[in-house]
């Protein structure tokens, strides 16, 4: 009884494992619909049912138009989506003239439109495995809004006029623009990416909005292998307010006349060698300064990049430029003290400065103590010498400075200024050795 029971099942087992092979070996198991749909409709079918690329612009069909009926039955109505291979549904040259709704739908198979052409689609809260749409054309608009999908979202090489909606998209795997070109805004607001985004090559975009994106891998707008992004139209621009990205992968043209960098941070440069790729301190201040309104943020951001990456001189010179900027948008005691604080010890970065200052007081001093002919200050050492212990607050160098009382007073009014200078080129040098 033992041996019939194991010949039974392994006939059920082959039995129940045909289909999966069939599917796999160029068969297809569900014959299109001859009825409402057309020759190429019908091929595309069949060519996709045996798992095989749908390629119209290699066929014997002249007709390479595919209704927006037929691809929403394939794609989300059984019993067509359950005939699809796990290779999903590719197809190449094809043309759609209405447009194509996939709103809310669920494709968990791969699905590629390359090489076609479209007037609007919209993948408005859908869920897709990996979506590629490579060298296809949009004439109209693109809603990828809160789109999600669990790999990659493929689009190089693309000619959109009307822009893209990203905003609150979930992409999984990396998002690629690279060569893409698009009139309109790509709007990437609240965008999601688990890996990186390229944005490099030919690609050639007006605005770009980013706000508040999270991607976890690099912003890729150009390297030293490929070309950088370019940009069109009379005032193009990108907008990072907020966002956060790994490392920024770029060259120094690649980025547009007007940026917004408020919020913006960025673990590094993903640059070779770690170097500046050409960028000094003036290139990376000229960057900063396109973003507006002003904020010390990026300023700040910036600096801590460049001293992880060992380019603290480059750091200081970036934190220099913030003050300045913020110094020119000042007015009234805020700007003065600003001003100050520039002239005495260059906002803290120039510390040494202050002892010029000090030694210029303390040559002041020397000639107004002279001046007050005091018996205790006779010639011009004990001058100097009570002009630096004046002005050096708490250290007293002789004791018997403090019981000189001067009897004209106007130097006796200078000496009170004289300390309180002290005090303040103390207070200055202090911060600046604690704060920098």
């Known amino acids: ?18 289909p999966s092979l ?30 095989r690329i749908a390629n119209i612009t290699t066929s014997d069909f002249k007709d390479n138009k595919l209704s927006a009926k ?16 796990r290779k999903g549904v590719r197809i190449r040259g094809a043309r759609t003239d209405e447009p194509l709704d996939l709103s809310n739908a669920t494709i968990k198979f791969p699905l590629v439109l390359v ?10 809260s859908a869920h897709l495995g990996k979506l590629t749409l490579s060298g296809s054309t949009v004439d109209g608009t693109l809603d990828m809004d809160r789109l999600t999908t669990a790999s990659s979202l493929i689009m190089r090489n693309m000619s959109m006029s009307k822009g893209i909606d990203l905003r609150g998209a979930n992409i999984g795997g990396q998002l690629t623009l690279s060569d893409s070109t698009v009139g309109g805004t790509v709007n990437m607001d609240k965008l999601k990416i688990d890996s990186s985004l390229f944005m490099r090559g030919k690609a050639s975009f007006s605005a770009v909005n980013l706000t508040a994106a999270q991607i976890g891998g690099g912003l890729h707008l150009g390297s030293s292998g490929s070309t950088s992004v370019m940009w069109s139209g009379d005032a193009p621009y990108i907008k990072l307010t907020n966002a956060r990205v790994g490392e920024i992968w770029d060259m120094p ?39 507006r309104p002003f904020s010390p943020q990026p300023y700040e951001q910036l600096a801590k990049v460049l001293r992880v990456h060992g380019h603290a001189e480059e750091a200081n010179e970036v934190l220099y ?52 002919d005091h018996k205790n200050l006779p010639n011009v050492l004990e001058s100097l010498e009570y002009s630096a212990d004046m002005v050096v607050p708490i250290i007293k160098l002789r004791a018997k400075h403090s019981d000189i009382d001067h009897t004209n007073p106007k130097i006796r009014w200078y000496f009170y200024l004289h300390q309180l200078m002290g005090y303040f080129l103390a207070y200055y040098i202090i911060t600046a050795m604690t704060t920098t």
């Open 22 to 51: 069939a599917a796999h070996s160029g068969e297809c198991h569900l014959d299109p619909d001859t009825v409402t749909w057309t020759k190429t409709e019908q091929w595309v079918w069949t060519q996709t049912c045996q798992g």
């Open 70 to 85: 037929f691809l929403q039955t394939i794609l989300l109505f059984e019993p067509w989506t359950k005939a699809i291979t």
């Open 321 to 372: 430029a913030k003050f300045e900027q913020q110094r020119e948008i000042s007015s009234g005691l805020a700007g003065f003290l600003l001003t100050l604080r520039k002239v005495v010890v260059g906002y803290g970065y120039h510390p040494y400065w202050a002892l010029g200052w000090l030694g210029g007081i303390i040559a002041l001093g020397t000639l107004f103590a002279q001046a007050s």
């Open 115 to 124: 090489g076609s052409t479209f007037t609007d689609i919209s993948f408005q």
């Open 253 to 291: 043209e690649a980025w547009p006349g007007k940026v917004t960098l408020h919020g913006f941070s960025y673990s590094g440069f993903g640059l070779e060698k770690k170097d500046m790729s050409g960028r000094d301190a003036d290139w990376l201040i000229a960057w900063l300064a396109k973003s």
């Open 1 to 18: 009884m033992k041996i019939p029971l194991i010949l039974i099942g392994l006939v059920l087992s082959l039995s129940l494992a045909q």
